[in-house]
């Protein structure tokens, strides 16, 4: 690739698709002891998928079933008033991640739709995680929460900067992003704009590399950009635009990918610098049932498309055939394909992710590795109250923490609206007629005021809805125009 001709300028403007190199650079920088460790964990996987694997044929054959309970999860969403205007305001938001929390279920679930594209000899590799994710619906202080919160930051620098340091900034509010909820117990993702990484989509901080001399616990989780969260529904939605022309990362995959790093996996090529099984040393992703892989493949070609078998260069070297007939593991949720090139986890991969949430073993059962100790993800699993709306919540609740006030109410035509400023951004204002109709509406967005007026003295008597929206939500109310 050295030298290469402008041709090639959009791939290595996606060189960093994912994170997970920036940051094991930025480590083994801060800490050459992690150069080790990262071959450690690499050189584990297989045993640790095959001991997952030697355990649910046990436990199948004590005649136990084996069932893993849903994941609760919390997006912070950090983005500039643009970027929320462009992802459709708080409703567009919150069908975004509804979005995307049924793309996680149907990826780790071997369910996902697009799974018909699998070539046939590659069908016994389509493996089911059996992970089920759910929005967080109570809070850490008990508080319900629709599953994600909201804060509009500054158009300048409009994001954050710091892969290798995996977004810290956005992960800590004295720093103008969002505090983790409890990591033990909720998966965070931050949504937000790296504006420092041409092209980087996502990175992860994996709870193996987080420890008191790498990263704070509480930065463990994921980020993605803002612009791929979800999949697409509609044409005008907009998406970040993926390396073959015509593809964009619309169909959630980012965050498949991240979450099988945020499980311990690796990418498929194992960010080897390109060695084949020939060429030493050759690392690749430390498990066997991933073929041999030289380097990221991007685009979504042949798979896809033709439904041919794509080899790359660690395919033959002259005696040894190492990617078979198999080709090499472009369609891989842990390669850097394009998204509707992405079809599947394989048996590996599932067991590696499936034994981070393993329960400690029961007598006369092999634990993980041989340890006798819970998955590292294990509390993940065992709070699904969370996802159970919390009795702590409601408009009351909303209007409390906004301090609103409508008045006067009745009124003969002007009503003032005013609320807490200090605690909640508002972007503008409806007042809609009984059947629902907008029949006016004012912009509030960068006005900084707690205090509006708006004149309703020409409309007819009766009832109207004022509805106020706010960055985390709207608060509807009903007046009398007398
Ligand atoms: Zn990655």
């Not at 300048?156 to 290798?164: E, L, Q, V, Y």
């Not at 109250?385 to 009351?396: D, E, I, K, M, Q």
Request: with cysteine.
């Amino acid at each position: 690739m050295l030298g290469a001709p402008a041709l090639f300028s959009q791939k290595s403007h996606n060189q960093n698709k994912c994170g997970m190199e920036i940051v094991k650079t930025a480590l083994i920088a801060k800490d050459p002891s992690w150069a080790q460790r990262f071959e450690d964990q690499r050189n584990s996987l297989q045993g640790i998928a095959n001991s997952w694997k030697n355990r649910q044929q046990s436990e199948r054959m004590a005649g136990k079933t084996t069932s893993v309970p849903t994941i609760p999860v919390i997006f912070h969403v950090l983005v500039t008033y643009n970027e929320y205007m462009i992802l459709g305001g708080n409703a567009g938001i919150a069908r975004r991640i509804d979005s995307q929390i049924a793309v996680l279920n149907r990826d780790f679930n071997r369910q996902n739709a697009d799974s018909v594209l699998i070539p046939t000899n590659w069908k016994p590799l389509y493996a089911n995680v059996g992970f089920r994710f759910g929005l967080a619906h109570t809070d850490p202080n008990g508080f319900g929460t629709p599953g994600y919160e909201i804060n509009i930051i500054p158009d300048a620098p409009g994001g954050f900067s710091g892969a290798g340091a995996s977004y810290s900034d956005a992960k800590h509010s004295i720093t103008g992003g969002f505090d983790a909820w409890d990591v033990n117990r909720y998966m965070n993702v931050w949504c937000i704009n790296p504006v420092d990484v041409s092209g980087l989509l996502g990175v992860t901080v994996a709870r193996s590399i987080a420890t008191s001399h790498s990263y704070p616990l509480n930065e463990i989780g994921v980020c993605i950009h803002w612009e791929t969260l979800g999949k697409r529904v509609s044409a005008a939605d907009s998406f970040i635009q993926g390396t073959t022309a015509g593809d964009y990362y619309d169909q959630g995959r980012t965050l498949t990918h991240e979450t099988g790093h945020f499980f311990e996996i690796w990418h498929t090529w194992g960010d080897d610098n390109g060695r084949c099984p020939w060429q030493m040393p050759f690392k690749d992703d430390g498990l066997a049932d991933t073929p041999p892989e030289a380097m990221a493949k991007f685009d979504n070609t042949p798979y896809s498309i033709s439904g041919g078998t794509y080899y790359d260069t660690c395919h033959y070297d002259g005696s040894i055939d190492t990617q078979k007939s198999l080709g090499c593991p472009c369609l891989d949720y842990m390669n850097y394909t394009d998204d509707v090139g992405m079809h599947l986890f394989t048996p590996d991969q599932a067991a590696v992710m499936d034994a981070m949430v393993l329960t400690a073993p029961s007598s006369g059962l092999p634990g993980l590795n041989g340890s006798g100790i819970e998955g590292e993800s294990y509390g993940l699993t065992q709070n699904p109250g969370l996802l159970n709306w919390s009795t702590r919540t409601g408009v009351a609740q909303l209007e409390a923490e906004k301090g609103l006030a409508i008045a006067p109410n009745p009124s003969t035509g002007i009503i003032n609206i005013s609320f807490n400023s200090t605690k909640e951004q508002l972007t503008d204002i409806s007042i809609l007629n009984m059947l629902g109709q907008e029949v006016a509406h004012k912009n509030t967005w960068g006005s900084g005021s707690d205090y509006y007026s708006i004149d309703l003295s020409g409309m007819s008597k009766g009832i109207y809805l004022v509805r106020c929206n706010f960055v985390s939500g709207s608060i509807t109310r009903k007046i009398l125009l007398q």
